[in-house]
């Protein structure tokens, strides 16, 4: 892994709030308060930052320009809500048991740099596997982390005026039946897994504080 690179902030480092719910919370919710954060950049760029630590209810979410082909069943009868959102890539899932992170940050105030943004979500990504004694990697061409030949962490960002949203999933210890419905990440022949297949009995609250404190680390919060 490349070393941390904060040379690109301020001595002041950045100012942040993460939001951690206890209860499951929808997407829609999510999706909402993030466009309003994301506005608020927008119109004061020097506003806090803002990241969420959540699980959501079980849905799908399509990114822009996703194909429907890679739903193996009619949207008009998915087994759970379905999103067409304005983040990047294809089809993926959302259920308890799956930590997801949104960030509303400003990239103003790190690099103006979306492949270097990506690769910071998955430094983020490997650091946390690599805590819990398993060892993440990237796949060249694409975008995720993969242990072994499966993929446990899915990616999908936008951006407006170098401010953030959306962000990571990463599957816990979670009900993997739903993947069975879809293509996830459009990738055929590809498989998803959960970390505790290989940590048998890993929980959320043992993963969680990991995963903020990386954060704080990786954004110099």
């Known amino acids: 892994m490349d070393e941390l ?22 997407f829609k919710d999510a999706w909402d308060l993030q466009r309003k954060w994301q506005e608020r950049l927008l119109r ?17 979410t399509l990114g822009r320009g996703a194909s429907e082909n890679n739903l193996l069943f009619h949207q008009d009868k998915s087994p759970y809500d379905l999103f067409r959102i304005d983040r990047g ?3 993926t899932h959302h259920l308890p048991g799956q ?11 790190y690099k103006k740099d979306l492949n ?9 990504l490997i650091e946390v596997i690599n805590l819990l004694g398993l060892q993440g990697e990237r796949r ?5 982390i993969w242990i072994d030949d499966l993929k446990v962490a899915s990616i999908g960002i936008s951006c407006k005026r170098w401010i953030t949203q959306h962000g990571f999933a990463l599957n816990v210890d ?18 998803v897994g959960k970390l505790s297949a290989w940590i048998p009995g890993l929980k959320m609250k043992e993963v969680q504080p990991l995963m903020k404190k990386t954060l704080i680390k990786y954004f110099a919060l």
């Open 44 to 60: 004061e760029p020097d506003a806090q930052q803002a990241i969420w630590l959540l699980q959501h209810h079980k849905c799908y």
């Open 116 to 124: 270097w943004y990506l690769r910071q979500l998955e430094h983020v």
């Open 89 to 91: 890539g294809e089809v």
């Open 140 to 144: 060249p061409g694409m975008t995720g």
């Open 5 to 26: 690179d904060i040379k690109y902030l301020s001595e002041e480092g950045s100012s942040v709030l993460i939001f951690e719910p206890s209860e499951l919370i929808g």
């Open 99 to 109: 930590l997801v992170s949104y960030l509303v940050i400003n990239l103003h105030r």
């Open 174 to 191: 979670c009900d993997m039946s739903g993947y069975d419905q879809i293509i996830p990440c459009g990738l055929e022949g590809y498989k």
